[in-house]
């Protein structure tokens, strides 16, 4: 029996399990090890950790986390939960059961991008979906974004702060006439021509036959919950433009007691340093819920 499962062992996950574990409660944290920017060769953006590889950030912060001895770490995934009396349940893909007084849904989320040739084995390398993450380091050279619905006008006038830009319509939509004046107002230019493939660095390969090089491109990509765990408990989901999410109060918890997410899986955007600031979050709230009783 444990006090809190931590369902998720990225940034949000451990920076939640540290707050529990400094608190001298026993906590599990599982984990697949699938991190959503296992794809970037750098994280930059982060205080004191910028530029450094994901899988750096994450081993150091792992092998911190572990000196605690009340916080366990088990590598697998949950594949079901429930509330069985005063305790939730966890089962492992292993068959292994676990049982908690609390929860902490940290599962992170899944990316739904344009299925265009050459786009996956150049995402988080030359194709990326936030520019404050990666735009510093193209140096100002012609960027590209590649439309995947109307959401993708906040992507392309935001962009041209990096580098002159390129909105790639692909047939996603068709700006209206404010919408044109915004982007003239910006200076983006408007490629109404279909995508055929990525190629080279970020080059934009056209129907036409032409080819637009570009320093990088850019993606507003849809996501949705990696585990169907938070939806399993009854957890209300909420949507933004950028897709599903698990909704929570300002204390991380969620509509359902003894419940809480954090990380991107709680939030219509986020980042690293979100996904900690979160997690610490939840884990305080979690530990206030263990001395004080659910709010």
């Known amino acids: 029996m444990y006090d809190v499962i931590v369902i998720g062992g ?14 001298r409660r026993n906590v599990a944290v599982l984990d697949t090890g699938l991190r959503r ?33 009340t916080v366990a770490w088990i590598d697998g995934a949950a594949v079901s939960a429930e509330e069985t009396g005063e305790f939730f349940s966890v089962r492992l893909e292993s068959g292994d059961v ?16 344009p299925d265009v040739p050459g786009r996956a ?34 992507h392309a006038l935001l962009i041209p702060e990096w580098g002159p830009t390129t909105l790639f319509l692909n047939g996603a939509f068709e700006p209206g006439e404010e919408q044109l004046n915004q982007l003239r107002e910006r200076g983006v230019k408007i ?29 507003a990509s849809r996501t949705t919950p990696s585990s169907p765990l938070a939806e399993e408990l009854g957890c209300e ?23 809480l997410a954090c990380g991107d899986l709680a939030r219509a955007a986020g980042n690293v340093t979100f996904a900690i600031s979160a997690g610490a979050l939840a884990g305080l709230s979690a530990h206030r819920s263990l001395v004080f009783g659910h709010s």
């Open 10 to 23: 990225s940034y949000a996950g451990m920076a939640a399990a540290l707050i529990l574990g400094r608190a």
């Open 237 to 259: 989901i909420a949507e933004s433009p950028l897709g599903l999410y698990v909704g929570t109060n300002d204390m991380k918890e969620t509509s359902v007691n003894g419940v």
């Open 191 to 219: 490629e109404r021509e279909m995508v055929s493939e990525i190629t080279g660095k970020a080059g934009v390969k056209l129907e036409d036959g032409r080819t637009i090089e570009l320093a990088g491109l850019f993606v």
């Open 37 to 69: 920017n296992r794809f970037a060769e750098a994280s930059h953006g982060l205080l004191g950790q910028d530029g450094m590889a994901p899988e750096a950030i994450a081993g150091n912060a792992k092998e911190q986390l572990l000196k605690y001895p």
């Open 121 to 154: 084995e150049r995402w988080g390398k030359s194709v990326f979906h936030c520019p404050y993450c990666h735009g510093y380091e193209l140096d100002q050279g012609p960027l590209g974004v590649l439309a995947c619905g109307e959401i993708s006008m906040h």
């Open 98 to 113: 676990l049982s908690a007084k609390l929860l902490i849904l940290a599962t992170g989320v899944r990316d739904e991008l």
